[in-house]
C-alpha cells in the first residue's frame, strides 16, 4: 500500500469509528513485590524510601496543576498498630480516596493494621473497571464504577492492574458528597435479600418443644436454600467451622470491637479463610438448613466487644 491509499484508509478509518472506538487500552501491571518499601512514616525516622516517595509525588502535583498526566509509581507500606486511614492520608499528604479503593478499604473504621497498603505517587481516584467483576465489590465501589468509569477518558486514561483487579486512575479527584457518605457511614448492610423475620433478638420459647424459655442471640432470616450471604461490613475472617449447632458458620470481626456471626450456612465461600480481609457487600457463603434448624434460614448476630446485640440497631 502506497503512502497516499494509506492516508485514505486511515482517513476513512476515522469518519467511521471515532478515535475511541478502536483505540486499544494499555494497562499496566503492577508487581507488588518489586514495590519500594516504606519502613517508617514517623518524623523521627530518616527513610530514605519516604523521602522518595515526597519527591515523586510533589513532581506529580505540578505535573497535574500544569493540566499534564502524572507519572504514577508506587510505594508498599505495612500499617503498624496505631495506624489509621485518616493518619496514613495525613502523612503522605493525600485524601484517604486516593489508596482507599486500591486497598478493599471499605470503611473509614476499617482495621488496617498489619496490612499491606499501597500508596500511589499522585492524587487522584481509583475507579474499578466494570470489566472484571469478581463478586468482592464493596458498596462503594459498585457506586464509583456506574457514576465515574463512564466519565474515564479511554483514549488518554491510566490503567492499572493491582492484585489482580483492573482500575482507571482519575488526576485530581476525590469522592462526591454521596461516595464520600458511603465511606464515612459505619453502619451495616443487610447480610441478605428478599428475607423475613422468622425469629427476632430476645427471649423467645424454645423452637424444638422443651417447653422452656430462652435466650436468642440473633436474628433468624428466613431465606431459600442457597440464597447469597454477604458480609454485613468490611472485616477479617475471625473463624469458620461447622458443628452440631450452627452448622456450618463464620465469625468476621470488625473494627470498634464489632463483630458478627452467621450460622446455618449450606457453603462457605472460598475467599473465606481465617485472617482474610472481606469487605462489605462482598459474598461470603450460601444460606442453608445445617445445624439444628426448623428450616432454611440464616441465623445472624452482632456482638459489641463480645456482647450480642440486637442487629437491628445496626443494619440498614
Known sequence: MCALEKKVFFLVLA???????????????????????????????????????????????????????????????????????????????????????????????????????????????????????????????????????????????????????????????????????????????????????SSAFGNRDDPFGSGLLQMHKGMDMAVPEGSEVVACKGGRVAANGEDSVYGKWILLEHSGGMSSFYAHLSAIGANVKNGAQVRSGESIAKSGSTGQVTGPHLHFEVRKDGNSVDPKKYIN
Open 15 to 197: 469518519i467511521f469509528f471515532p478515535r475511541n472506538s478502536f483505540c486499544q487500552k494499555i494497562v499496566i501491571s503492577i508487581d507488588e513485590t518489586k514495590l519500594p518499601v516504606i519502613k517508617s512514616v514517623k518524623q523521627l525516622d530518616k527513610d530514605l524510601i519516604l523521602a522518595q516517595y515526597d519527591s515523586e509525588l510533589e513532581r506529580n502535583n505540578i505535573a497535574i496543576r500544569s493540566g499534564k498526566v502524572p507519572q504514577v509509581n508506587f510505594f508498599a507500606y505495612k500499617a503498624k498498630r496505631g495506624d489509621t486511614v485518616s493518619k496514613l492520608a495525613a502523612r503522605f499528604c493525600v485524601i484517604s480516596d486516593t489508596f482507599v479503593i486500591i486497598n478493599a478499604i471499605s470503611s473509614q473504621d476499617d482495621e488496617i493494621a498489619g496490612r499491606n497498603i499501597i500508596v500511589p505517587t499522585a492524587k487522584g481516584l481509583f475507579i474499578p473497571d466494570p470489566e472484571f467483576q469478581d463478586g468482592r465489590e464493596s458498596q462503594l465501589e459498585i457506586l464509583l464504577k456506574k457514576n465515574r468509569f463512564p466519565l474515564a477518558d479511554s483514549d488518554g486514561a491510566l490503567y492499572f492492574e493491582i492484585r489482580g483487579r483492573q482500575y482507571v486512575f482519575l488526576p485530581d479527584e476525590n469522592f462526591s458528597p454521596t461516595e464520600r457518605a458511603f465511606f464515612l457511614d459505619p453502619a451495616m448492610i443487610v447480610p441478605v435479600q428478599d428475607y423475613w423475620i
